[in-house]
């Protein structure tokens, strides 16, 4: 089936500096990838809708200059956050849909990544 | 507004069966999905159901849909230990993205 990698794992950045997460689809193209964002104990939240070769759309509440997305490939699409504050500590996960697949929109998820801003 | 909600713990022994439910708000709801997450990782999607049908088994996992009450339910028999996780449904709605509910936190008892 489809698989989509992230990475890091898991990383831990000081105050102000900037992280950038890696999102591949390794077996499929991805002209959208989605990239979420989960607080303890709550949901997922879509963050942005990233489009290859063009600009990602931002969710309501979302700021661009902050969370800075890139899709250059059919097979990658990165996530930064910029000028990092404690408050960005979350964990992130990034998803990416199978094209062509009939019958379920279904999408595959990376495993995440926890990100914490000390 | 769309809204998903979900109860937020359920504890079962082992063996026994488990139900999961879930409420949603957006009648245009094409799929609904439900997934499993395991601590620290991804989602994993589980099965899904399509708007029209009522109900779908796969499985040890059987979904229930009430499209008028806009409630769905995930049942796994014969809960095993490597069951516990949170268990999130979905619905794909008319505006092209998931929402997803809070999750239920699945405890299964030895």
């Known amino acids: 089936g489809a698989v989509v990698s992230q990475h890091p794992s898991r990383v831990i950045c000081k105050s102000g500096t900037s992280v950038k997460i890696e999102c591949r689809s390794l077996?499929?193209?991805?002209?959208?990838m989605f990239w979420y964002r989960q607080f303890p104990k709550q949901s997922l939240m879509l963050m942005a809708t990233?489009?290859?070769?063009?600009?990602?759309?931002?969710e309501q509440g979302v700021e661009k200059d902050k969370f800075l997305i890139n899709h250059a490939s059919l097979t990658l699409s990165t996530l930064t956050v910029t000028s990092a504050h404690p408050e960005d500590s979350s964990f992130y996960i990034c998803s990416a849909r199978e094209p062509d697949r009939a019958g379920n929109y279904g999408y595959t998820f990376g495993s995440g990544t926890r990100l914490t801003v000390v | 507004g769309e809204d998903v909600e979900q109860s937020l713990f359920l504890s079962v022994r082992e063996g026994d069966s488990s139900v999961i439910n879930c409420t949603y708000t957006d009648s245009s709801s094409t799929y609904l999905y439900w997934y499993k997450q395991e601590p620290g990782a991804g989602l994993q999607l589980l099965t899904y159901i399509f708007s029209n049908m009522d109900m779908k088994q796969d499985q040890r996992l059987t979904v229930l849909l009430n499209k008028k009450d806009k409630h769905l339910s995930l049942r796994i028999a014969d809960t095993q230990t490597g069951d516990s996780a949170i268990y999130f449904c979905a619905e794909w709605t008319g505006t092209y993205k998931y929402i997803f509910g809070t999750g239920t936190r699945l405890k299964v008892l030895a």
């Open positions: 990233s489009n290859e070769g063009s600009k990602a759309t931002y």
């Open positions: 077996d499929f193209q991805a002209t959208t």
